[in-house]
């Protein structure tokens, strides 16, 4: 048994080693420990490979070998350095092997620049946002879709998932090999929450113990080592995803089965024990507080092992506060780490003997890719991986042709496809097996087999129209370059991709350069089937939107005839809504090429001209329904919004029964570029409601001229300054426009106080103050709730706030006052200035080779394409701005750390030994 010691965390001195056990009297204890390799540091993981390990460590993939059968390493290789070393815990980790014979590296989040020393003449590479994959055998490396914190997994099929501290298990669904192939459409996500996250995850625990994040009760807060159990010692496990969490003292376990109509949808059985869901159970959890479950693998016995780390303190140094640094226990248990083998109780084991395979001849290592168990099919798959013996070739073909195990012969396909020695018979043969598994790693293996035969053409076609949606959307990416787009098979997609989030999402990447035609070809078909349902027009949305860039002038009117028929479908409110966000998509997009879709309108037949305008009346009426719903008002608002009539918008600014529509009719009049109207709107800045006004100087910011009009407002002091909260005016001084800089930072020097020190020692005095949370609530709602989130007040935009247990108040003073001084990086404020003038801010959330995702204030979302920005800049400083002083004196901020510090005590549920200040 392979293990690794990461006894050196959190001090990195240089003492992690990597050990070979074994259990020579086959008693069933590894009684005989060999150090392999040692005085390494902060190792996090291996990957067997030929005559010895690859291992991730101290920024590095090292390869150690054993060249003379002693069980310890005579060399050391290091074959890729550069991964990122600023954090204990996030850093590069589980190699794994893969079906493609690549090993897969999790990023640990913090990236790096990767230089290939095998490959010395190769570039590096930016492993920002990505995961990290590299062939053993030829050394040529590149980044994979990601990216995974500390655990990464497959499935029987090759399928990868990963994991972070808030998302147990997350399925990668796009590879970044397709978004190279396809860059011009931009991707929601690559990734799947196979399991609830964040918030909406639920565990267990049988413990309470403090950490950094245990107040997200009853949630993932340490998500790790996220594994797929494919052992055959416990039947009710297969297949069900498995995710330590070490602060909760438990592991978790979940079966999940996405449904054969479409593969984005998963259907969620929660808690699952001893083969039933069970709600509020955990499949293991323990009393003792110690229990560190980190990581876990399917033995050769079939059974469940867990690696416990077993420490007292888990938490990552950086986060624990000042007063707890010094703790005498922060290393307590470092030489108790241990390994768990769950089995039934029952069982009956295998002799010892068999477990081992490395004599195992050619052609029995290839029977063995039908074992029930998965350790002995992954790793009779790396023993021939490793040999590539000429041999096995027929072997391998029999089991294709024959085996009656669907996995197998997956096994066999990727095998003989990794070598080169996979015949186009094979590749027939498994495209028509009765297993979708097969079908979709057909389409995959004939990517590179592809010669554009009528044979291969219709191959295609068959695997597009599949029955099964797993099938379909690999096609559609496997196949989307290389079938013509005008064909009756392609265009016939569209009824069956609208039903499928992630079919869409690949549909749009491979039509991407021939839209126009395509969603033409589509609508005609949707003219006489319609959009029956929400999640159609949700993804009819996307399609159409993106389409309408690039109609032609002949096929924009098939667009409207399409919109002019959406009545006759929206008699039900939840279609009526994707109706409308579908016919909005169009139409935005002919608004952002300043197509004149209006006089076209005109241009339609008489009835259907008639029927556009009973939509637009629709909508008007669905806005003043006092029974319609707000998703329906809202969406109704919008297609409006598009006729550019800003004075109708502005009507409904004066109407009070229209407030709570306020923030979303000042987002939609982005558009409008008379500075007559924005005159008159900003005039109205005073009467408007807090959130209001924030909107107003979002879209404000939007624009120079605009973000000037504001400027001279602050300048005349018919607004006043402190009317604009701190970040807002962070985003005018960090304005490329230098003059717009300039005359922000004149303003904010009336009202910032650049001594940072000086102002924590004058708020110092604040601790002393009787506080009183509940006032520091109302606080905490008007300064803080863009950002943070307390219970159920606030955005979850910047790091999470209220777990502050362990925090002491001179700890919270100093970081509301002095934000910048500890960023943790994937909070850091980024400003996209794109090819049309717009300035985009935000933190960056998700990373492609094509694209990247901006969060902002109040948990807007927006993705942006590589090739529409022209500039990224990090302002090297938290999206916390400086200056909340001069919004919060000093009883305020007591109030509000004693809200943040005492907020789970305020419904007096909780007995404290001093009661606080009501």
Same mark, same amino acid.
């Given at each position: 048994m392979w293990v690794v010691e990461m006894n050196d965390y959190p001090s990195g001195n240089g003492v992690s080693r990597v050990k070979l056990l074994e259990d020579l009297d086959s008693d069933g204890t590894f009684e005989t420990a060999h150090v392999f390799a040692d005085n390494l540091v902060f190792a996090t993981?291996?990957?067997?490979?030929?005559?010895? /390990?690859? /291992?991730?460590?101290?920024?590095?993939?090292?390869?150690?070998?054993?060249?003379?059968?002693?069980?310890?390493?005579?060399?050391?290789?290091?074959?890729?350095?550069?991964?990122?070393? @600023?954090?204990?815990?996030?850093?590069?980790?589980?190699?794994?092997?893969?079906?493609?014979?690549?090993?897969?590296?999790?990023?640990?989040?913090?990236?790096?620049?990767?230089?290939?020393?095998?490959?010395?003449?190769?570039?590096?590479?930016?492993?920002?946002?990505?995961?990290?994959?590299? @062939?053993?055998?030829?050394?040529?490396?590149?980044?994979?879709?990601?990216?995974?914190?500390?655990?990464?997994?497959?499935?029987?099929?090759?399928?990868?998932?990963?994991?972070?501290?808030?998302?147990?298990?997350?399925?990668?669904?796009?590879?970044? #090999?397709?978004?190279?192939?396809?860059?011009?459409?931009?991707?929601?996500?690559?990734?799947?929450?196979?399991?609830?996250?964040? *918030?909406?995850?639920?565990?267990?625990?049988?413990?309470?113990?403090?950490?950094?994040?245990? =107040?997200?009760?009853?949630?993932?807060?340490?998500?790790?080592?996220?594994?797929?159990?494919?052992?055959?010692?416990?039947?009710?496990?297969?297949?069900?995803?498995?995710?330590?969490?070490?602060?909760?003292?438990?592991?978790?376990?979940?079966? /999940? *089965?996405?449904?054969?109509?479409?593969?984005?949808?998963?259907?969620?059985?929660?808690?699952?024990?001893?083969?039933?869901?069970?709600?509020?159970?955990?499949?293991?959890?323990?009393?003792?507080?110690?229990?560190?479950?980190?990581?876990?693998?399917?033995?050769? @016995?079939?059974?469940?092992?867990?690696?416990?780390?077993? #420490?007292?303190?888990?938490?990552?140094?950086?986060?624990?506060?000042?007063?707890?640094?010094?703790?005498?226990?922060?290393?307590?248990?470092? @030489?108790?780490?241990?390994?768990? #083998?769950?089995?039934?109780?029952?069982?009956?084991?295998?002799?010892?003997?068999?477990?081992?395979?490395?004599?195992?001849?050619?052609?029995?290592? /290839?029977?063995?890719?039908?074992?029930?168990?998965?350790?002995?099919? +992954?790793?009779?798959?790396?023993?021939?991986?490793?040999?590539?013996? +000429?041999?096995?070739?027929?072997?391998?073909? #029999?089991?294709?042709?024959?085996?009656?195990?669907?996995?197998?012969?997956? =096994?066999?396909?990727? =095998? =003989?496809?990794?070598?080169?020695?996979?015949?186009?018979?094979?590749?027939?043969?498994?495209?028509?097996?009765?297993?979708?598994?097969?079908?979709?790693h057909a389409c995959i293996v004939l990517e590179d087999h592809w010669s554009n035969t009528p044979q291969q053409q219709t191959l295609a076609r068959k695997l597009l129209t599949d029955r099964e949606s797993a099938v379909r959307f690999q096609a559609i990416l496997s196949f989307g370059d290389k079938i013509k787009h005008d064909s009756p098979t392609w265009n016939g997609l569209v009824r069956t991709v609208i039903k499928d989030e992630y079919t869409t999402q690949a549909f749009l990447m491979a039509s991407a350069n021939d839209l126009g035609n395509v969603a033409t070809a589509a609508l005609k078909n949707l003219l006489s089937t319609g959009v029956t349902t929400v999640e159609q027009a949700e993804n009819i949305y996307r399609l159409y939107g993106l389409a309408a860039r690039s109609m032609t002038p002949e096929q924009q009117p098939i667009a409207l005839r399409w919109i002019a028929e959406l009545p006759k479908w929206a008699n039900q409110e939840a279609v009526a809504i994707g109706d409308v966000r579908a016919a909005r998509a169009i139409l935005e997009s002919f608004n952002a090429k300043q197509i004149d879709w209006r006089s076209q309108v005109e241009s339609l037949p008489e009835q259907q001209k008639i029927s556009f305008s009973v939509l637009l009346m629709l909508a008007r009426q669905w806005i003043n329904d006092v029974e319609a719903s707000e998703p329906l008002k809202r969406e109704a608002l919008q297609l409006l919004a598009l006729g550019k009539d800003a004075e109708f918008l502005l009507t409904l600014l004066n109407k009070p029964a229209f407030a709570h529509y306020h923030v979303d009719i000042l987002g939609l009049l982005h558009f409008e570029k008379d500075a007559g109207v924005w005159a008159d709107i900003i005039s109205r800045f005073p009467s408007m409601a807090p959130a209001v006004k924030r909107a107003l100087v979002d879209v404000v910011l939007r624009d120079i001229t605009r973000t000037a009009m504001l400027l001279t407002e602050l300048e005349m002091k018919t607004i006043s300054v402190n009317e604009i909260d701190v970040t807002r005016m962070n985003r005018m001084t960090g304005s490329p426009n230098a003059e717009i800089a300039k005359r922000s930072k004149a303003l904010q020097t009336t009202t910032v106080n650049a001594d940072r020190a000086a102002v924590l020692e004058d708020y110092k005095a604040v601790l002393e103050l009787n506080a009183f949370p509940r006032e520091g609530e109302k606080v905490f709602r008007q300064n803080c709730a863009t950002c943070h989130r307390i219970g159920k007040i606030g955005n979850q935009v910047a790091p999470d706030i209220s777990d502050s247990r362990t925090r002491q108040p001179l700890q919270l003073l100093t970081d509301i006052l002095q934000p910048n001084k500890a960023i943790d990086n994937n909070y850091m404020h980024y400003s996209v200035l794109t090819n049309e003038g717009q300035i985009l801010d935000g933190i960056i959330t998700e990373e492609t080779s094509s694209q990247i995702t901006l969060m902002q204030p109040e948990r807007k979302i927006i993705a942006v394409l590589r090739t529409e920005i022209d500039e990224i800049q990090s302002r090297g400083v938290s999206l916390m701005p400086e200056g909340l002083e001069k919004k919060i004196n000093h009883q305020q901020m007591a109030d509000l750390i004693s809200f943040i510090k005492n907020w789970r005590y305020l419904d007096g549920r909780t007995p404290l030994a001093k009661p606080i200040n009501e």
């Open positions: 993981g291996l990957q067997p490979w030929k005559d010895g /390990v690859v /291992v991730t460590l101290a920024g590095q993939v090292v390869y150690f070998k054993d060249t003379d059968g002693d069980h310890k390493a005579d060399t050391r290789e290091v074959w890729y350095a550069g991964f990122a070393q @600023d954090n204990q815990q996030l850093r590069a980790n589980h190699p794994r092997l893969g079906i493609d014979q690549r090993i897969y590296v999790a990023n640990g989040l913090r990236g790096g620049i990767v230089q290939n020393l095998r490959l010395p003449d190769s570039k590096p590479l930016n492993i920002s946002g990505m995961d990290f994959m590299f @062939d053993p055998e030829t050394g040529d490396c590149e980044t994979v879709s990601g990216n995974g914190q500390y655990g990464l997994t497959f499935d029987d099929i090759g399928n990868r998932y990963v994991c972070s501290n808030r998302n147990p298990a997350m399925r990668i669904m796009i590879e970044d #090999r397709y978004l190279k192939r396809y860059p011009s459409v931009p991707v929601l996500s690559v990734k799947k929450d196979v399991v609830k996250a964040g *918030q909406e995850s639920a565990i267990y625990p049988l413990t309470r113990f403090w950490t950094t994040s245990n =107040l997200h009760e009853g949630q993932f807060t340490a998500a790790c080592g996220v594994m797929v159990y494919r052992g055959h010692q416990l039947p009710w496990l297969k297949d069900a995803i498995l995710t330590c969490d070490p602060t909760g003292n438990l592991i978790h376990a979940e079966k /999940v *089965q996405s449904t054969s109509t479409d593969n984005s949808r998963y259907n969620y059985y929660g808690p699952y024990y001893y083969g039933t869901p069970t709600p509020e159970r955990e499949f293991l959890a323990s009393r003792d507080h110690w229990f560190r479950a980190v990581s876990m693998r399917t033995g050769p @016995d079939g059974c469940l092992y867990i690696v416990d780390m077993h #420490r007292a303190v888990i938490e990552h140094p950086q986060w624990v506060p000042e007063e707890l640094k010094d703790r005498k226990d922060a290393r307590s248990g470092d @030489d108790k780490g241990r390994i768990y #083998r769950l089995k039934p109780a029952n069982a009956r084991l295998e002799p010892k003997w068999n477990w081992s395979i490395a004599n195992q001849s050619t052609e029995e290592l /290839v029977l063995l890719l039908e074992h029930q168990n998965s350790w002995q099919r +992954d790793t009779a798959f790396r023993l021939l991986a490793e040999q590539r013996s +000429d041999e096995a070739i027929g072997f391998l073909g #029999r089991l294709l042709n024959y085996s009656r195990q669907p996995v197998a012969r997956v =096994l066999a396909l990727r =095998l =003989l496809h990794g070598w080169d020695k996979l015949e186009d018979a094979q590749i027939m043969t498994a495209a028509s097996h009765y297993d979708r598994r097969l079908r979709v």
